[in-house]
């Protein structure tokens, strides 16, 4: 046999090899991060739910989903360990980041585009007449139909 045949099988088994070593990678990262949790962590289940850890089994995690409600959860179950500072800002709502010069405008001007700068300023399109957008039709029967019977709005035949 050629080496040339034996070419697509050697690839093969070498991608085959690649995937398998970053999986187990995977794999064993989030068994150290399960590992190092500690009683009064914050976590977030693989169905997403935020909990703090009360107890650590071999094989289970005691969970406090609210104040005095426990559940039981494989450590498995476990996706994420999170800082302290990311699970009260996303439990409680502590929004430590959120007060750093964040401005938020009282009126739609800031959607415009346009600020205070070039408003004085002209431009060609500024200075091009606006379309109307009334209709011709009514506009025109209004002003026949008064001049119909020669009266004018308001004016009755009563003498």
């Known amino acids: 046999m050629s080496i040339l045949t034996l070419l697509p099988f050697i690839v093969l088994i070498g991608a085959m090899f690649l995937m398998t070593r970053s999986a187990k990678k995977k794999q064993q990262a989030a068994a150290q991060m399960r590992d190092e949790m500690q009683p009064g962590t914050g976590v977030r289940t693989i169905g997403g739910m935020y909990a703090t850890v009360k107890e650590i089994g071999d094989e289970t995690v005691l969970l406090e989903v609210a104040p005095g409600v426990h559940a039981v959860y494989a ?85």
């Open 75 to 159: 450590k498995n179950a476990i996706g994420a360990v999170l800082p302290d500072s990311e699970y009260n800002r996303i439990v409680h709502g502590d929004d430590d980041e959120s007060d750093t010069d964040t401005v938020v405008p009282d009126d739609a001007s800031s959607l415009t585009g346009t600020t205070e700068a070039t408003e004085g300023t002209e431009t060609a399109e500024d200075a091009e007449p606006k379309a109307d957008l009334t209709k011709k039709s009514d506009t025109a029967e209004a002003a026949t139909e008064g001049q119909k019977d020669g009266k004018a709005d308001g004016e009755t035949d009563a003498k």
